[in-house]
């Protein structure tokens, strides 16, 4: 299922609420929705100061994907604030989810490393895009630490914090 720019927008935007939410809650400010037929069915946002370092926003939202969704991955997408890590990518996979949208490219931990490679993962993952309200996420991440930032934009770090 093609997505308009529209909206890749409107959804990077829900999850944009949803990682100002885990800012507000004193964590890493990543959030995601997962999206099935027009309607956002599962929400995420990072929670890993909470003790429990495998709570990431994907995760998060997979956690909460309403049952059984395995017949309708066709349809499923995902859209998050931080290119997803090899863990969530994995748990993406299982999840069946096809269509994967991302604001902001991890150049430290990000999938986009390791997508694509392999007879598993190769054909499951149809879309991989990034690039999504980019400086929104940054400004956001940036609000939680810029260590954390320069980590995660890496080499785009000095371009967008000059675009203010």
């Known amino acids: 299922m093609p997505y308009t720019p529209a909206q890749k927008e409107l959804y990077m935007r829900q999850a944009l609420q949803e990682a100002k939410l885990a800012h507000e809650e004193g964590n890493i400010p ?4 997962i999206v099935l037929d027009g309607e956002v069915v599962a929400r995420g946002r990072n ?13 998060e939202a997979i956690s909460l ?4 969704f395995n017949r309708q991955r066709e349809q499923a997408a995902l859209f998050t604030t931080v290119e997803p890590c090899y863990m969530c990518y994995g748990a993406i996979l299982f999840a069946n989810i096809v269509h994967v949208f991302f604001a902001a490219c991890d150049r430290h931990a990000g999938a986009g490393q390791i997508h694509g490679i392999g007879r598993y993962s190769q054909p499951r993952i149809l879309t991989f895009e990034g690039g999504i309200l980019e400086q929104a996420s940054f400004d956001l991440i940036r609000q939680e630490s810029e260590e954390h930032c320069r980590l995660l934009f890496g080499d785009r770090f000095e371009e967008l914090a000059n675009h203010e």
């Open 47 to 59: 929670q890993r100061y909470t003790g429990h370092f495998l709570r990431h926003a994907e995760v």
């Open 30 to 33: 990543i959030g995601a929705v």
């Open 65 to 68: 994907l309403p049952r059984p």
